[in-house]
């Protein structure tokens, strides 16, 4: 009885696994049926194919695109428009003309300062200004004398040599007092150096005071800026840099008034990215009559390219496989084929294609593993 048993146990397994073997093999023989590939790699599915009912086709089309990159950015002023004001010598101001919001021009006085270092400098010009008159005397005199024969053309030479030598050391303290727009020929000894404003523009900042003693190596003590144009800094990623390449024009955003627009064109782009950033700093200059933009001010910046026709295809439709991007394309009704595309920005869902595929190809958008798994 017990050999019976097992003899009727042994041959129901082996009766399960003839029926699981054949159905697999069924399953394998429906399966290679569905489809067939040709000597060029274009896969052919069969009128029977389970899989065609999984593949979504998507018609490939043109349409008009704008790329918008939005960064950070930060307001600076135009550095030929703004200027820190201190004192080139040592002294005690006696005078101030400035004021906190005052509008300069360039040359406009800022305030006076008594400086001993100034009135060196005033005595080497007045020294200098009679060397050169002797020299210039000296030299006439010469001149005549070798004209009438009883110079000697020895003593004219030395007049010469110290004329041009007297000569360069009277410019360079003419120049050295036009520095400060100081007219020589009004100068008189011992008169405060009165310091004036480079630039037009507006003083925004002031701690000048009268009576204070200013050092030459002491820091700025006022800052007047001009405004109503100023830059600002947009932070670009180093893998969004190819998408402003070869634009003009940009957006700024600012917080405070979320219904302004302000625009702006692009100045100059850093060639150095910041190393710990991996960044490249974009400068912008914006027109700011309203003052809207502050400098030191955290902004919203949108770059927006040329309108152009471009492809998008949906996500699902692209693969990758060894660093390549590939699709399937439709050559005819249920035969498709591997066609290698180009691919640079993705959004909504979707990734624009730069080569590869054309106007009206058919691709599959959807169930295109099932063809990955065709070998």
């Known amino acids: 009885m017990r050999f019976l048993k097992n003899a ?25 049926s569905d489809y067939k590939i040709t000597n060029d790699s274009v896969i052919i599915l069969e009128q029977h194919s389970t899989i065609k009912s999984q593949l979504q086709l998507y018609k490939v089309q043109q349409e008009a695109f704008q790329l918008h990159l939005t960064t950070a950015g930060t307001v600076k002023a135009i550095p030929n428009f703004y200027t820190e004001i201190a004192s080139p010598y040592a002294g005690r101001v006696t005078k101030v003309y400035l004021k906190l919001g005052m509008q300069v021009n360039a040359g406009t006085p800022l305030f006076e300062i008594n400086s001993p270092d100034f009135t060196e400098i005033q005595k080497k010009y007045f020294a200098s200004k009679t060397e050169y008159k002797k020299a210039v005397l000296n030299l006439k005199r010469q001149k005549d004398l070798k004209l009438n024969g009883v110079g000697a053309i020895k003593d004219l030479e030395e007049a010469e040599a110290e004329y041009e030598i007297a000569l360069k050391e009277y410019e360079n303290s003419r120049s050295a007092l036009k520095v400060f727009n100081i007219n020589p020929e009004t100068l008189t000894l011992g008169q405060p150096l009165v310091i004036r404003s480079p630039i037009k523009g507006q003083v925004i900042s002031n701690e000048i005071i009268n009576g204070h003693y200013m050092r030459e190596d002491d820091d700025a003590r006022a800052v007047i800026a001009q405004l109503d ?20 024009s940009a957006e700024i955003n600012v917080a405070a008034y979320p219904d302004r627009k302000i625009p702006g064109k692009i100045y100059y782009t850093d060639e150095i990215i910041d190393e710990e950033t991996r960044s490249i700093r974009v400068m912008i200059e914006c027109e700011n009559k309203d003052l809207l933009l502050k400098p030191g001010m955290y902004v919203t910046v ?12 949906p996500s699902k439709a692209v693969f990758q496989m060894d660093d390549n991007s590939f699709v399937f394309i439709q050559t005819q009704k249920d035969s498709y084929v591997r066609r290698k595309v180009k691919t640079d920005l993705s959004e909504n869902g979707r990734i624009r294609i730069t080569e590869g595929i054309k106007t009206g190809d ?3 958008s959807q169930g295109g593993f099932y063809l990955l798994e065709v070998k």
Do not use: P
């Open 362 to 364: 058919v691709i599959v």
């Open 302 to 313: 949108t770059f927006t390219d040329h309108t152009q026709d471009v492809v998008f295809v």
């Open 8 to 32: 009727l146990k042994t041959t129901g397994v082996a009766v399960l696994l003839t029926f699981f073997l054949s159905c697999k093999n069924n399953t394998e023989a429906e399966h290679i």
């Open 229 to 248: 144009k100023v830059w600002v800094v947009g932070q670009v990623k180093e893998k969004d840099m190819r998408f402003i390449k070869d634009l003009e």
